[in-house]
C-alpha cells in the first residue's frame, strides 16, 4: 500500500522510504538507529548543518512573542526588515531591496513577473521572451517550469507558459543570435550561475560576463538564480561574487535558513526598483507567507551563525579537501572526471548513477543522482574526518563495479 504521502519527484507507486527521525551536524539516524552522513545538506541547503540549537532558540522565541502575521501594506516586523537588510547588504547589489517569498519556485516566477513588470513601466510592453539554457533548474512552478532547461520536467503539464527560448548550456553566439532575432522583445535571461541539479556545470571562462554584455546591449535584464549557488557555496556570499559579474536580478532560498524554516526571495537592483518604486504603481504579487517572522528570524539566525564560524571563508578549505577526493577517484579509473566549485561538485560516472546512489545510502552516505554524475553538496561544517569517510564509501562502493548493470 502506498503512503498517503505524495513524494516530490518519485514515482506515486512508489512505497520504499527510508524514514529520518533525527539530525545533528552532518549525521542522520533513520528509524532503525541506522547512521547517515549527509554528503547533500538535504537538498543543497543546510549550510550549518542539522540540530544547531542557535537557530532554533530563536525560532521558538520568536513564536512565543509573534508567531505570524503578513507584511501586505500596512504591516511589517522587525525581523522581515533585519533579514531583508542582512540579505541586500551580502549581495553584489548596491542599495538593492528585497521581496521575499516562500521557497525557490516562488522566487523565480517572481522574478520573472518583476522583470516583465520593468519593462512594461518603461514603456516596452513588447518585452516578454525570457532566454533560458539547457540544463538549467528554475524550480517547478509554472513559471520555473517553462524556464526550465531541463527538458523532462516540462514534459506531460500540457501547455506551460509562452515566450520563452531555450539556448544551448555554454553558446554565447546563440544568446545573441537569438537576442538579435528577437530584438526589442526580451524581457530577460535567466541562468544559474553555476547550474546544480541539471548537473553542476561551472560556466565556461567568459560566458557570464558575455550574458552581462548582450544583456546590456540589447536591454534586456539578467536574472541569476541564486538559490544553489547563494549563501555561501561557491566560497562568496553569492556566485555573481564569485565570477565577478552583476545581474539585475537575483533569486534565492535555500541556504538563507540553511532550510530551517522555508524562505525564498528576489533582490532587485537599483535600477530596478527606480522603475518599480516611481508614483502610481502597485505590485500586485506577493504571498501569504512572505515575510513570516518565524522564518525570517530563522534567516537571520542563520547568516549570523554562518558570519560567527566564517563558513564562507571555510570554503576553500573544503574546496581542497574535496577536490584531492575527487581526483584520487579519478586517479583510480572509479569515476571518469569531477565538475564543481567551491563546496558542490559532480563525480561523473558515465553511467546512469542513480544505483550508485542506492547502494551509497545502504553503505550509510548520501549523495544525489543528476544524470550520470553523483552530486556532492555538504554542509559547510563538515569535518575533514567526515570528508574522508564520504571518500572510503565511495571507494568500496564504486569499487564494486556492478551498479552498471
Known amino acids: 500500500m502506498p503512503t498517503k504521502l505524495l513524494h516530490s519527484f518519485t514515482p506515486p507507486s512508489a512505497d520504499d522510504f527510508i524514514t529520518i527521525v533525527r539530525a545533528e551536524g552532518c549525521t542522520l539516524w533513520d528509524e532503525q538507529g541506522k547512521r547517515y552522513l549527509d554528503a547533500m545538506a538535504s537538498l543543497w541547503y543546510c549550510q550549518v548543518g542539522h540540530g544547531r540549537a542557535e537557530i532554533i532558540d530563536a525560532v521558538a522565541d520568536q513564536m512565543r512573542l509573534l508567531d505570524a502575521y503578513q507584511t501586505f501594506a500596512p504591516f511589517t516586523n522587525q525581523p522581515a526588515e533585519e533579514l531583508a537588510s542582512m540579505v541586500a547588504e551580502r549581495s553584489p547589489l548596491a542599495d538593492s531591496r528585497v521581496f521575499f517569498c516562500g521557497s525557490g519556485s516562488e522566487a523565480v516566477d517572481s522574478?520573472?513577473?518583476?522583470?516583465?513588470?520593468?519593462?512594461?513601466?518603461?514603456?516596452?510592453?513588447?518585452?516578454?521572451?525570457?532566454?533560458?539554457?539547457?540544463?538549467?533548474?528554475?524550480?517547478?512552478?509554472?513559471?520555473?517550469?517553462?524556464?526550465?532547461?531541463?527538458?523532462?520536467?516540462?514534459?506531460?503539464?500540457?501547455?506551460?507558459?509562452?515566450?520563452?527560448?531555450e539556448v544551448p548550456r555554454d553558446d554565447i553566439e546563440a544568446v545573441s543570435t537569438t537576442m538579435a532575432a528577437n530584438e526589442g522583445r526580451v524581457a530577460?535571461?535567466?541562468?544559474?550561475?553555476?547550474?546544480?541539479?541539471?548537473?553542476?556545470?561551472?560556466?565556461?571562462?567568459?560566458?557570464?560576463?558575455?550574458?552581462?554584455?548582450?544583456?546590456?546591449q540589447h536591454g534586456a535584464l539578467l536574472i541569476m538564480d541564486e538559490v544553489i549557488c547563494g549563501f555561501g557555496r561557491t566560497g562568496q556570499w553569492f556566485g555573481a561574487q564569485?565570477?565577478?559579474v552583476t545581474p539585475d536580478l537575483m533569486t534565492f532560498a535555500k541556504g538563507v535558513t540553511s532550510g530551517y524554516q522555508p524562505v525564498g526571495g528576489v533582490i532587485c537592483s537599483r535600477s530596478v526598483c527606480d522603475v518599480l518604486e516611481q508614483p502610481g504603481f502597485l505590485l500586485r504579487t506577493g504571498y501569504t507567507y512572505a515575510g513570516h517572522p518565524t522564518c525570517m528570524v530563522a534567516g537571520v539566525a542563520n547568516l549570523a551563525l554562518m558570519e560567527k564560524e566564517q563558513l564562507v571563508q571555510r570554503v576553500p578549505h573544503l574546496a581542497k579537501k574535496l577536490t584531492e577526493g575527487l581526483a584520487a577517484l579519478q586517479a583510480d579509473g572509479l569515476i571518469q572526471s569531477y565538475?564543481?566549485?567551491?563546496?558542490?561538485?559532480?563525480?561523473?560516472?558515465?553511467y546512469d548513477a542513480a544505483a550508485a546512489r542506492m547502494r551509497l545510502l545502504e553503505a550509510g552516505v548520501v549523495l544525489r543522482p543528476v544524470g550520470t554524475a553523483l552530486a556532492i553538496c555538504p554542509p559547510l561544517v563538515i569535518t575533514d574526518h567526515e570528508i574522508g569517510t564520504l571518500f572510503d564509501t565511495m571507494v568500496e562502493v564504486l569499487a564494486r563495479g556492478d551498479e552498471q548493470g
Open 111 to 165: 522574478a520573472l513577473k518583476i522583470a516583465r513588470a520593468v519593462h512594461r513601466l518603461r514603456g516596452e510592453p513588447d518585452r516578454q521572451v525570457i532566454i533560458r539554457r539547457t540544463d538549467g533548474y528554475h524550480g517547478t512552478n509554472f513559471g520555473g517550469t517553462s524556464a526550465q532547461g531541463i527538458a523532462g520536467n516540462r514534459e506531460g503539464w500540457g501547455d506551460l507558459v509562452p515566450h520563452f527560448v
Open 339 to 350: 565538475r564543481g566549485t567551491g563546496a558542490v561538485y559532480a563525480a561523473e560516472l558515465g
Open 242 to 244: 564569485h565570477y565577478g
Open 188 to 216: 530577460a535571461v535567466i541562468t544559474e550561475p553555476m547550474q546544480g541539479a541539471g548537473g553542476v556545470f561551472p560556466p565556461q571562462d567568459g560566458y557570464l560576463e558575455g550574458l552581462r554584455r548582450l544583456c546590456d
